[in-house]
């Protein structure tokens, strides 16, 4: 006779795993990549490629070196290496991407002790720490609409021509059309450009159940809210719609608030903390696009709201049904 | 009418048309003397006594007890001790003979009042069937006034239909309990709640109780757990037990719907409970079916009955998927208050990791809990929190552990958790 296994209740579990949670993640990633691949031409795919294993090879070092069980398995390695080379601009050179994913891996997530225990966006920290260490490299971006792998003059990076991303371009002259910024034509981070494939990705995230729409709606709808009112004293309600449009659009803010803002780990854990989230990021992200010296404030919102997100928490938790007020000590 | 949430599981009901076989009497049979919860009971027969059915075996002057009866006439061969799927406890085990015959002192019970109804649930032996194996008799023994009766048939555990089965198959006996305790209980209005994954038996029920303006029969979403006390009492009356509380602190009684159904047997035979209807299911199991089966009877023969492949057996859960034991052997026996045999194959684990503050627990859990944040608490020791965020309540339905990506046990933390406060 066999032994029994005795385990306690319940004895039957759901199917969702973490590392079915990472795929889901992965694969509403496909798009964006495929599309990168198409606007930014193979470099762009090995630059996305040396992010992903690089980050797994990280991960895998470090807990060999930590002793700890390997979690590789569990492809959250893979999807912050995703993250961060969509963060990205086309030309950065390999190896500050891979100084990147080990400041995203070893630094932010392994040393807090690994999945669920860092308090910062592993990826959001990596771009925020290139930024600063390599701020040229990481502002030097490639106009698709010149340099694609279906254009027949394209012979790689070499005269990349540093132009401005499409928000700090100035209005009205120079902006890119709205067909532009939603397939990606433009200049701008690997990953940030087009924002259709970037919005079937986060709907099919919103499906699987695996992100609440709360973050994402609250986060990208701050923004323009806030924007189309700064528009309107500017210049009139048409503007204002337009401003509020364009500034949805562009930029790393659909990247950042379907794939950033929504990560577990580091965001509030209710849904009341998720659009109290969701609302401070746009907020930040309207300031310092507004009024800051950075063109681009999504990363700097995000780690912002990351930090105060254990505050957030405590002020949200949830009255469970049935609790009776505790009385007072005597 | 809002309602408490639960979460959807496969209802894997295989054996909601099979009829209710009668269990052949088995050679031996071992009563476990901690069948109910409370106090154990101590045996009141010795080595060698001969016995009838029905005869006591067993009995407490505990408040919270009741007595055992045996289910077959035979020999008493040992008294033993022996470690059930609720702890260690005496146990009786007894040598079927071949007469089988009823003991003389079966006679229906004479009920003229309260004090004569409750005295006969407690000489019935009668435990609630649904799971927890309350005391019936104290259950309806309540100091404050009650005016709804509520009758548990949600029947929300995976692959379990022993609750359905009684009630398409004897819903007579159903609704007569219920009128039993209202009258003696001096209830205005019953209500019976049903899960819609059974709407024969819903059907059925509501047309037995067209004219009893006084008993109505609800449907019920077909989610798990609705057949926890707290969510079907809500969920039918819009009554909120509180932290503390009892159901008749909110004016409500809670009963099983075989329970009832016993108690109107009981009131016309005399015949104490000694025999009960059970699922046996499982994906090891050839023939999944439900039996009428003697209390004490060993679980292996009711695997053989039903075609369970013994080489295979990893698991063998005593009750539902969600909520039952685990068994350490095939010579457990039946309790009074199993409702269900399952035999799988496989242990459903999930690897552990981390946890990756998805929320899914928290969103899972019907009582609005937050299960990692007490997981996390319990490990620092952090009883201030743990009572904060009231680990008290929890009600180990197990909706936090299944819907987990992570694999942590958080239903099973929580018990622990509560040795903390
Ligand atoms: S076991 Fe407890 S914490 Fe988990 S879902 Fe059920 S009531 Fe909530
Ligand atoms: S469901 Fe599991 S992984 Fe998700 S928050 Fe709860 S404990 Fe953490």
Redesign the interface.
């Known amino acids: ?2 032994l ?11 199917e ?6 990472m795929l889901c993640v992965l694969i509403s990633l496909v798009p964006t990549v495929i599309a990168s691949g198409i606007l930014f031409g193979l470099p762009a795919l090995a630059l996305i490629s040396t992010c992903v294993v690089s980050s797994i090879f990280f991960e895998f070092v470090t807990r060999i070196i930590m002793k700890r069980e390997q ?1 590789i398995g ?1 492809l ?1 390695a893979a999807v912050t290496g995703l993250i961060l080379a969509l963060n990205i601009p086309p030309s950065l050179p390999w190896w500050m991407a891979v100084i990147g994913c080990f400041v995203a891996i070893v630094i932010v997530k392994q040393l807090f ?5 860092n308090f910062a966006n592993p990826a959001v920290v990596g771009r925020i720490v290139l930024m600063l260490s390599f701020g040229s490299a990481m502002t030097t971006w490639t106009d698709p609409k010149y340099h694609n792998t279906f254009n027949p003059l394209f012979d790689g990076y070499d005269d990349v021509i540093a132009s401005a991303t499409p928000l700090t371009r100035e209005f009205p002259e120079a902006r890119a059309s709205y067909l532009d910024l939603l397939f990606g034509t433009t200049t701008g981070c690997l990953g940030e450009t087009c924002a259709v494939a970037l919005l079937i990705g986060g709907i099919y995230l919103i499906i699987r159940k695996i992100i ?1 729409p709360v973050t994402p709606i609250a986060f990208i709808g701050t923004v323009g809210l806030l924007s189309f009112i700064y528009g309107i004293t500017d210049n009139g309600v048409m503007y204002g719609l337009e401003h509020a449009l364009y500034q949805m659009l562009s930029g790393g803010l659909i990247l950042g608030a379907f794939f950033m803002a929504t990560d ?2 580091t965001t509030p ?2 849904n009341k903390g998720k659009l109290i989230f969701g609302i401070g990021c746009g907020l930040i992200t309207f300031i310092i696009r507004t009024f800051g010296s950075y063109p681009e404030g999504v990363s700097f919102a995000i780690l912002l709201m990351n930090i105060v997100t254990p505050y957030i928490d405590r002020f949200t ?8 007020k ?1 009385e007072k000590a005597k | 009418m809002r309602k408490i949430k639960g979460i959807h599981l496969k209802h894997n009901k295989n054996t909601a048309s099979c009829q209710t076989e009668k269990f052949p009497i088995p050679k031996e049979v071992l009563i476990p003397m901690n069948m109910n919860m409370g106090a154990n009971s101590e045996p009141v027969v010795k080595v060698g006594d001969h016995v009838n059915i029905g005869d006591k075996i067993g009995d407490s002057n505990a408040f919270l007890s009741v007595p055992v009866h045996t289910g077959v006439s035979g020999t008493v061969k040992e008294i033993t001790e022996i470690h059930a799927v609720n702890g260690k406890c005496k146990a009786i085990r007894i040598e079927t003979d071949e007469q089988q015959t009823v003991s003389k002192n079966i006679k229906p019970p004479v009920i003229n009042n309260r004090d004569d109804f409750v005295k006969a649930l407690r000489e019935s032996g009668l435990t609630g069937l649904g799971g927890a194996g309350f005391p019936t008799h104290i259950k309806h023994n309540p100091s404050v006034p009650i005016d709804i009766l509520v009758i548990n048939a949600a029947e929300c555990e995976p692959y379990i239909t022993s609750d359905h089965r009684q009630m398409l198959e004897d819903s007579d006996a159903v609704i007569g309990g219920i009128k039993l305790v209202m009258k003696h209980l001096n209830i205005p209005q019953a209500v019976i709640g049903i899960e819609g994954n059974k709407p024969d038996a819903i059907k059925l029920l509501q047309d037995k109780t067209k004219s009893d303006s006084n008993i109505t029969v609800k449907k019920l979403p077909s989610v798990y757990p609705q057949g926890a006390e707290k969510i079907l009492v809500f969920n039918l009356t819009g009554r909120l037990i509180k932290e503390k509380q009892l159901p008749s602190d909110q004016g409500v009684i809670v009963m099983n719907v075989s329970t009832a159904a016993y108690i109107h047997t009981y009131a016309k035979t005399g015949m104490p409970l000694t025999e009960r209807r059970i699922t046996v299911d499982g994906d090891l199991i050839k023939k999944p079916c439900n039996l009428f089966v003697k209390i004490g009877t060993p679980v292996s023969e009711i695997l053989e009955y039903a075609g369970c492949d013994m080489e295979k057996l990893r698991k063998l859960i005593m009750g539902g998927t969600m909520m039952g034991m685990c068994a350490y052997d095939i010579n457990t026996v039946i309790s009074k208050s199993n409702n269900a045999v399952l035999a799988f194959k496989k242990t459903a684990e999930k690897k552990m990791t981390n946890c990756i503050r998805c929320g899914r627990c928290i969103k899972a859990c019907p009582l609005n809990l937050m299960p990692t944040e007490l997981e996390k608490a319990y490990y620092r020791k952090d009883s201030t929190t743990l009572k904060k965020l009231r680990v008290g309540l929890c009600m180990n339905c197990g909706c936090c552990t299944y819907v987990c990506p992570a694999g942590r046990q958080l239903a099973q933390i929580n018990q622990l958790a509560k040795n903390l406060i």
């Open positions: 006779m066999n029994l296994k005795v385990s306690p209740s319940p004895h039957i579990r759901g969702m795993t973490t590392q079915r949670v979690t569990d959250s002790g690994g999945l669920g225990q609440s577990y780990v854990i209710t938790m949830l009255k469970p049904i049935g609790a009776v505790e």
